[in-house]
């Protein structure tokens, strides 16, 4: 029977400098830079090819300057916008795709939450939305979310579009074997663009007289939070 050869990764996901029983290293000696060798399994760890990929990100349209110190808001937006450009600087593209696909989806649930949509008078609480939709909001898919907050004039033309195409990125990544990987840096810099831009619109990064304005239902939802006191 004719032997043949294959190339393999032996101990991909072991970390060998600190894995027992044949860790070479006390955990003394393991540095930052080892811990990001660790890291960047498919990119160089030093810090001009990290700088760089910082920087290839960092193209959004809208930054985000000033956000709300609202613990929601800063786990289930800001904290996993930040966490995606750092997986793209390590190249985990993949991660960065996921992430900004996550924060759609949140951004989407918190436009329903803050837009107090009315039916007949009455606020569209859970039981009314079940009874509307089958299902509470938040439970639903993200495609039928953004076409109902859409119907209700919520979002833009834009907003939706930019949610439709952010969700068909991750679904392409995340979901179909077929997908190639040949535009994923790309992809992954295309979606995160996306993702801050949305949040930035959501929150509002807008300047009047030398102060940031926030978006009016932004401040009614901190006011609810208790984390915005209007001043005397």
């Known amino acids: 029977m004719e032997k043949k050869l294959i190339k393999a990764w032996i101990n991909p996901l072991a970390f060998i400098e600190v894995d027992e029983p044949w860790a070479s290293r006390p955990p003394s000696e393991v540095t930052a830079e080892i811990i990001l060798g660790y890291m960047c399994p498919t990119t160089s760890p030093d810090v001009k090819t990290l700088v760089e990929k910082y920087k290839e990100i960092s193209v959004e349209e809208k930054r985000l300057n000033v956000v709300p110190a609202e613990e929601r808001i800063l786990e289930k937006l800001i904290w996993p916008l930040r966490h995606a450009k750092a997986a793209y600087m390590v190249g985990n593209n993949l991660g960065t795709i996921s992430l900004c696909g ?131």
């Open 102 to 232: 996550i924060v759609a989806e949140m951004v989407t649930v918190l436009y329903f939450d803050i837009s107090n949509i009315l039916i007949g008078g009455d606020k569209l609480d859970e039981d009314k939305q079940k009874l509307l939709f089958g299902r509470r909001f938040e439970k639903l898919g993200q495609e039928r979310r953004v076409k109902i907050l859409r119907s209700f004039n919520i979002i833009s033309e834009e907003m939706e579009d930019k949610l439709n195409q952010i969700r068909m990125i991750r679904r392409k990544y995340l979901h179909l074997w077929s997908q190639d990987h040949e535009r994923l840096p790309k992809d992954a810099i295309e979606i995160f663009k996306m993702a801050e831009s949305i949040v930035a619109e959501i929150i509002g990064q807008d300047i009047e007289d030398g102060y940031f304005k926030l978006n009016p239902a932004i401040l009614k939802y901190l006011e609810r939070k208790g984390a915005y006191e209007p001043e005397d």
